[in-house]
């Protein structure tokens, strides 16, 4: 789907909610993004390859509303909209279950709020996108970072736009890292740096190969899933390894090959946050291989890697599915396929792989006489282009 799609679904929300006369003046749009290689290392201060993609999420404003008031219209999902009150937020955040688009806007109003910037009011907004939801794209990244476009009544600065998404969506009740807002902020395809809040930008040439998206139909939510445990995890393995091996480690992407081999003869820690550990180191040598695979144009090696990547995703950090690792497997084992991961927060969600452009047309056979046979999905499996970042006009 382009831009002129989701503008005319925005449109028709947002005139089905508010009537016919409601015009947009202002729109706001963030892209999603595909995590290439780092997968959940970014809280814990690693580098990682990730890139926006050509799918938004897009917000149309008007001023037209009742004074102090916010009302939106959804595309998607809850027909009916709703309203939200600014003065009444505060310092908002979530009691528990699983976020709505919401408690999203809610966050990102107590974030504006808590750095005393002021927020759009009056307004009345319209909510629409191509990013799927549960797909792995981070979907709500993307609506974070819109949000804060279209609701900070002076622009931030890119990387506070960032941080402001962020804490949105830890308010929201997912303790995020800040790849999948600078992913959406930055645009194209970026070396993310989670210690500091950073990113450069690659110019890598694809070539023959494409970046393929495909749902294994295991939807998934942040928040509801283990991925709050993984940090909790990774916390405690960093406090572990400062108090009994390195204080000036700090953080678990500052760990070395060297310190593994340590940590792994250790009795101070247990297995369960060993291999979490070994997750980090291992992924953080791997992003560290993709970088100069992108750079010498190897993108046999890179698809190696991202195969790699997802077997230690899948075994030391434990956040893969049976489902989604069928479908990897499968792929893998496809003519054309480079290499092939999950993808995202885990538990759910799609694969990644890295195809022969001229194999899609096979590779798109192959899943559906074999993983789709067995597992009917709609529109599951979806080629991927980079896109420009975050905009407002």
């Not at 409601?22 to 993004?33: D, E, K, S």
């Not at 926006?52 to 939106?72: F, K, L, N, Y």
């Not at 946050?273 to 180191?281: E, I, K, P």
């Not at 054309?336 to 999950?342: E, F, I």
Request: hydrophobic letters at 40%; proline letters at 5%.
């Amino acid at each position: 789907m382009t831009t002129e799609p989701v503008r005319l679904a925005l449109a028709e929300a947002g005139r089905r909610t508010f009537g016919d006369s409601w015009t947009p003046t202002t729109f706001a749009a963030a892209p999603g993004r595909l995590e290439l290689l780092g997968n959940h290392i970014d809280y814990s201060g690693g580098l990682v390859l990730a890139g926006a993609i050509d799918r938004t999420v897009q917000i149309g404003t008007a001023s037209d509303g009742r004074p102090g008031e916010i009302e939106v219209a959804l595309a998607h999902g809850d027909l009916d909209g709703f309203s939200l009150w600014p003065e009444g937020i505060g310092d908002w955040q979530t009691t528990g279950g699983e976020a709505t688009p919401a408690d999203y806007l809610r966050g990102v109003i107590a974030s504006l709020k808590s750095r005393s910037i002021p927020v759009n009011t009056g307004i009345r907004m319209s909510i629409a996108g191509d990013v799927p939801i549960g797909f792995g794209m981070s979907s709500s990244a993307a609506l974070c970072v819109a949000s804060v476009l279209a609701l900070a009544q002076n622009r931030p600065n890119d990387r506070d736009i960032v941080l402001i998404a962020q804490e949105a969506e830890h308010r929201a009740g997912s303790p995020v890292g800040a790849m999948d807002q600078s992913a959406s902020v930055a645009g194209e395809i970026i070396l993310f740096n989670g210690g500091d809040v950073s990113w450069q930008h690659l110019r890598p040439e694809l070539g023959p190969y494409v970046f393929a998206v495909a749902s294994s139909g295991v939807s998934h939510a942040l928040s509801a899933s283990s991925y709050p445990v993984r940090v909790q995890e990774a916390g405690e393995a960093l406090r572990l390894i400062q108090e009994q091996l390195d204080a000036e480690v700090m953080s678990l992407a500052d760990v070395t090959s060297h310190h593994l081999a340590r940590i792994e003869q250790a009795d101070w820690i247990n297995q369960t946050l060993t291999n979490r550990v070994r997750h980090v180191v291992s992924e953080s040598e791997r992003v560290a291989q993709g970088v100069l695979a992108v750079a010498q144009g190897d993108w046999q090696q890179f698809g190696n890697l991202m195969s790699e990547s997802g077997r230690s995703s899948a075994t030391d950090y434990e956040i893969s599915h049976l489902v989604v690792e069928e479908l990897v497997t499968l792929l893998k084992r496809t003519p054309g396929v480079l290499g092939a991961r999950m993808m995202g927060g885990g538990e759910g969600g799609p694969a990644l792989a890295l195809i022969e452009r001229e194999a899609v047309p096979s590779v798109r056979q192959a899943l559906d006489n074999g993983f789709y046979a067995r597992h009917p999905l709609p529109d599951a499996f979806q080629i991927c282009a980079f896109g420009p970042g975050a905009f407002l006009n």
